[in-house]
């Protein structure tokens, strides 16, 4: 009856599944996977939200590409950052899930694939199934740091159209350099493809000296640079997100008119969410500082915590709000995490679930509170650490 470019259901994901089950029998679950701001008691002024009520939500006069006011506070927001970027170069949606849809209708027929890196966020399996478009794997590797396997990346097909790519990437937090962004300009501009760079994590910058941010709007390449409230202003609520067309013309501008028809076809922005953006990015700080607090107090909490379990290994952190381990392969990413859900009551996500190369990773979110944080990450370390064998020896 329905299309089969529908992705399964999350409800068939056995960790998804246990979880239900436990809380339906009233057991109360430690989420180390939480990635809502809004949900990890991070105070939030006030009258934040306040200018969404005012009087320029009234009056309804739609511009596909964004309101001038707003898109003019989104290229102040980049100048705070140190880019300068031209006004009529912003095209705003409702997020940056919604941009990537608007982009893959721009860029690609049915059949026609983009390259995605690997290890990354999982949604992009369905955001590019929804357009009937494909997804192929380039691979990111680690060696002390992740970098970008070119090989992977040259070995694409025909039908690829664009190359993705996330800087800082969620979960590995690496930052895509600048000898890197360059050398993949090189090839989508010999290939014909563009780059679309997701930097929505940017202003979250850890472990990293001069983190390259902006890293491809500069380059002679078209390219599509998204960000967006809900991690810059850690607003998912409120919905607004931006794109940054870059690159040679006359490229960029026949790509901003084509994207003015698409975004006018749905015209998905709302005005109150628009005009009350200067107001909401200039104070933007004023959430986005006691996240970074957050990250950073748990970042150093977990490095303290593992140094007791010498089996684990914390991958450096660059930048984003995740975290992730390394653990002994005493058994799969699966029974793992599903055995410390149902005897711990803690649940990770397993590594599979960003398609890292190999077993046995798990990734856990870095903003909850910092009491629940410590205290289902001195567990999961300690399960992580203690082999099946000792664990139904010690049932018995
Ligand atoms: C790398 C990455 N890109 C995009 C998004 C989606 O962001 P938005 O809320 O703007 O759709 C996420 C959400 O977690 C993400 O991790």
Redesign the pocket.
Known sequence: MFSNRLPPHAEINPLTRARSALETAGVAIADLTE?NPTAVGITYPDDLLGMLGADHARRYAPQPLGLDVARAAVASDYARRGAHVDPQQIVLSA??????SWLFKLLCDPGDAVLVPQP??P?FEHLTRLESVESIPYHLVYHGRWEIDFLSLTAAPANVRAALL?SP??PTGSFVTKEEADRLAEICRARGWAIVA?E??ADYAIDVKNPRTECVMGLDVLSFT?G????SLGL?QIKL?WMVVGGPEPERSRALAALEVIADTFLSVGTPVQGAAPSLLARGGSVRDPIRHRIAGNLARARSLSAGYPACTLLPVEG?WSLVVRVPAYRSEEALTLELLEREHVLVHPGYFFDFPHEAYIVVSLLPPPDQFVDAFARTLRFASTPSSSLSEHKR
Do not use: I, Q, R, T
């Not at 997020?95 to 990537?100: F, L, P, R, V």
């Not at 967006?228 to 991690?231: D, F, N, P, R, T």
């Open positions: 990635s997020s940056s899930s919604e941009a990537y990354s966020y949604l996330v990437n969620n997701d929505v994590f998204l967006g409230a809900s991690k998912p997100g984003g």
